[in-house]
């Protein structure tokens, strides 16, 4: 048993680092691997037809608790 995940013969990653930071693991069907995909790069194509799925809105106001966000900020205008 594999110690690492791209000990894996179907796990195609580059070197982990912070330039990988927010990135998910998939199955990519087309080359039978596993690889790596940014959440940025994913949500982009998922939205694509411009026709973001209901379920998923319902789900993020449902998971984002707005009384949670800090309303207080200070805001410097300088001197006029």
Same mark, same amino acid.
């Given at each position: 048993?594999?110690?690492? =995940?791209?000990?894996?013969?179907?796990?195609?990653?580059? $070197?982990?680092?912070?330039?990988?930071?927010? =990135?998910?693991m998939?199955?990519?069907?087309?080359?039978?691997?596993?690889?790596?995909?940014?959440?940025?790069?994913?949500?982009d194509?998922s939205?694509?037809?411009?026709?973001?799925?209901?379920? =998923?809105v319902?789900?993020?106001?449902?998971? $984002?608790?707005?009384?949670?966000?800090?309303?207080?900020?200070?805001?410097?205008?300088?001197? =006029?």
């Amino acid at each position: 048993m594999p110690a690492q =995940f791209r000990s894996f013969e179907n796990v195609n990653t580059p $070197i982990l680092n912070n330039t990988r930071n927010k =990135f998910l693991m998939r199955y990519n069907a087309s080359t039978n691997n596993f690889d790596l995909v940014s959440a940025d790069s994913l949500i982009d194509t998922s939205t694509d037809d411009s026709n973001v799925p209901d379920t =998923f809105v319902t789900q993020l106001e449902t998971q $984002i608790d707005t009384t949670n966000i800090d309303r207080q900020v200070d805001i410097d205008g300088g001197i =006029f």
